[in-house]
C-alpha cells in the first residue's frame, strides 16, 4: 500500500514515537510510506534523518483552513490509498481535505472524553478509529463513534537490549551510588499528576530515606513542581532530569519505575520499563490496567493516592526478590503482548479492511 501518516505536534512526546515506529515498520515490510507533519516540528527531523518521505504542513489546530488545504495538495499528489491520522488535530485535517481516494484511519491515544458535537463527528467521518486501548475504544463508543469503526490496536515499542552506562548516567544527575532510584518518564503536564507523585515521595522519604526519586520529562508544570518539591523538603531526594534521548541506559537503572497519572490512554514508557525488565507502580488510570498485571508484573493503586502510591513504592523497595519476580513477568509480559512488530502487523490489518 502507499500510506500517509498525519501528525500535529511540534514537539516529541510518546506519540510522536509511536507515529515514527508505525511508519518504519510499514516501509520495512515494503509498503510506500510518507509523513505529514507540523512544518519545523521533531517528527519533521526525526523522519527525514530516518530517511522517510515527508511532508511539512501548517498544522496548527482544529478547523484550520490551511491546514486543511495543504493536507489536500499532499492527498492529491501522494495519492495514498490509506491515511492514518494520528491526533485529534491530524483528524480534524484529514475529514476536512476530504478523501481524495483514501481510505481513513484515525488512531486514538488519549482517555479525555469527546467534548462537542464536532469532536465526536470528525471520528465517526473516519472509515476506523484504532483505540490504543480498550478504556479508549470506550469512551469513543461513549462519545456516540459506532462500535463496528473502532478496532483496538495497543501501542507497541522496539524490543531492544539496555545501553551501558546507566548507573553512571544517575550519578551525573547526582544519585549517590547504590540509592535505589525510583523513576518516572513523563511530560510534566497536569494528566501525568507528578503532584502526587511528589506527596507520595514524602512518604516514601521517611521509610526509605536512601531513596531517590528521577522524573525525566518536560512540561510547563515544572516551576510548580520543582516549588513542590522544595516546600515539601525534597530538593535532595527528587532529580528534575529534563528531557533526555539517552533512556535506554537511563530506564533500565531504575530499581522501579512509576507513572502517576490520573488520565492515560496506555502509557508507552510503561511498554519500555517493561522491556527492560523494570517492576512497575502505577495507577489504575485509563488503559494502565492493560498494561500492568496488578500483583504479577507491578502494583496497581488508585489515582490521586499519595499514600496507596507511597506504600506500593515502598513494599517494592524493600522486596528484592519480589521486585525481581515482578520485572522477569513484566518482560515476558511485554514481549507477548507490548512489542512494535506487533503493532505494525495489526495496524495494517486495520488499514487494509478499512
Not at 488545504?69 to 495519492?79: E, I, N, P, Q, T
Not at 473516519?126 to 478504556?135: E, F, K, N, Y
Not at 512540561?219 to 535532595?236: H, I, N, T, V
Not at 522491556?275 to 496497581?300: M, N, S, W, Y
Request: one cysteine or more.
Amino acid at each position: 500500500m502507499r500510506i500517509l501518516h498525519v501528525d500535529s505536534a511540534a514537539g516529541w512526546r510518546g506519540g510522536q514515537n509511536q507515529v515514527l515506529l508505525t511508519a518504519l515498520g510499514m516501509a520495512a515490510r515494503g509498503h510506500e510510506v510518507a509523513v505529514a507533519c507540523r512544518r519545523g516540528g521533531d517528527l519533521e527531523e526525526r523522519a527525514r534523518a530516518a530517511g522517510l518521505g515527508v511532508f511539512p504542513l501548517a498544522l496548527r489546530g482544529d478547523l484550520s483552513p490551511g491546514a486543511a488545504l495543504g493536507l489536500r495538495r499532499v492527498l492529491r499528489g501522494f495519492a495514498p490509498q490509506a491515511v492514518q491520522l494520528h491526533d485529534p488535530h491530524a483528524v480534524s485535517a484529514g475529514v476536512l481535505a476530504g478523501r481524495c481516494g483514501a481510505r481513513r484511519v484515525a488512531t486514538r491515544r488519549v482517555d479525555f472524553p469527546l467534548r462537542g458535537v464536532l469532536s465526536r463527528r470528525k471520528y465517526a467521518a473516519c472509515d476506523r478509529v484504532i483505540a490504543v486501548s480498550h478504556a479508549i475504544a470506550g469512551v469513543l463508543q461513549s462519545g456516540g463513534v459506532p462500535s463496528h469503526q473502532v478496532s483496538i490496536v495497543y501501542e507497541g515499542v522496539p524490543d531492544r537490549p539496555p545501553q551501558p552506562g546507566g548507573r553512571q548516567a544517575l550519578r551525573e544527575l547526582g544519585v549517590p551510588a547504590g540509592a535505589p532510584v525510583v523513576g518516572n518518564v513523563a511530560a510534566l503536564t497536569d494528566h501525568k499528576d507528578h503532584v502526587t507523585l511528589l506527596e507520595a515521595a514524602a512518604i516514601v522519604d521517611r521509610s526509605v530515606p536512601d531513596a531517590r526519586f528521577v522524573v525525566v520529562g518536560e512540561g510547563e508544570l515544572r516551576p510548580r513542581l520543582e516549588a513542590q518539591a522544595r516546600r515539601l523538603g525534597l530538593l535532595e531526594r527528587v532529580v528534575f532530569a529534563g528531557f533526555r534521548r539517552d533512556l535506554d541506559r537511563l530506564l533500565p537503572a531504575f530499581d522501579v519505575f512509576c507513572l502517576s497519572s490520573h488520565m492515560e490512554g496506555l502509557g508507552t514508557t510503561l511498554l519500555d520499563a517493561m522491556c527492560f525488565g523494570r517492576a512497575v507502580v502505577a495507577t489504575a488510570a485509563g488503559g494502565i490496567p492493560e498494561a500492568v498485571e496488578d500483583g504479577v508484573t507491578g502494583q496497581l493503586v488508585p489515582a490521586r493516592d499519595p499514600r496507596g502510591l507511597a506504600e506500593a513504592l515502598i513494599a517494592i523497595l524493600t522486596d528484592p526478590g519480589r521486585r525481581e519476580s515482578m520485572a522477569r513477568a513484566g518482560r515476558a509480559r511485554f514481549v507477548a503482548h507490548f512489542t512494535a512488530e506487533r503493532m505494525v502487523d495489526e495496524t495494517l490489518r486495520v488499514l487494509s479492511a478499512a
